[in-house]
């Protein structure tokens, strides 16, 4: 839900935090939340985990009370939003509601660049590194783990693994060094 919010902020079709209530009326996980509300717990014993922070469940007279979960709704809009600003994609004025997407957010929606990954790079990057230094932090990036590998590929990658050298490429056996 975090980066499809961005991707939303970041095409100008929600602008603020009234805006993103009305649209996450419209997605499956609200659909899903009226359908089943018990199914994400009480609050005091579940949360929602692809919130970072973790935001409590839906209590058990929130239905009766809040029909649309116009709440709950709210709750899941704040935190996302309030990730996304931790992770400099966007700006969050509180008190307005407003939304303004960052260069570093516009960029995570343009790429399918999921949050994590850019909290991930906000945390590792360096004005000055070097090349093993950026493939080891873009190999942290949790697109990393959905890529597929044939097995005719990985004699290849063991024997780059495996070589010795500055740039990672394979020392030709006529070479000294």
Request: aromatic residues 10%; glycine residues 6%.
């Amino acid at each position: 839900m975090i980066d499809s919010l961005n991707a939303e902020i970041s095409l100008g079709t929600v602008a603020n935090s009234q805006e993103a209530v009305r649209w996450l009326g419209y997605t499956y996980l609200f659909v899903r939340m009226r359908k089943n509300p018990f199914q994400y717990g009480s609050s005091s014993t579940f949360t929602i985990n692809y919130i970072s922070p973790p935001c409590t469940g839906i209590s058990r007279d929130a239905p009766a009370d809040d029909p649309q979960l116009g709440s709950k709704r709210s709750e899941l809009v704040t935190l996302a939003a309030r990730t996304l600003v931790e992770a400099r994609m966007i700006m969050f004025d509180q008190t307005s509601g407003a939304f303004t997407i960052t260069d570093l957010g516009r960029i995570a929606a343009k790429y399918y660049i999921r949050h994590s990954s850019i909290e991930i790079f906000n945390e590792k990057f360096r004005p000055k590194m070097t090349e093993a230094d950026v493939l080891a932090m873009l190999s942290m990036s949790t697109e990393v783990s959905t890529f597929t590998i044939s097995v005719h590929q990985k004699g290849g990658l063991y024997v780059c693994s495996s070589t010795k050298s500055k740039f990672g490429r394979r020392k030709s056996k006529n070479s000294n060094s």
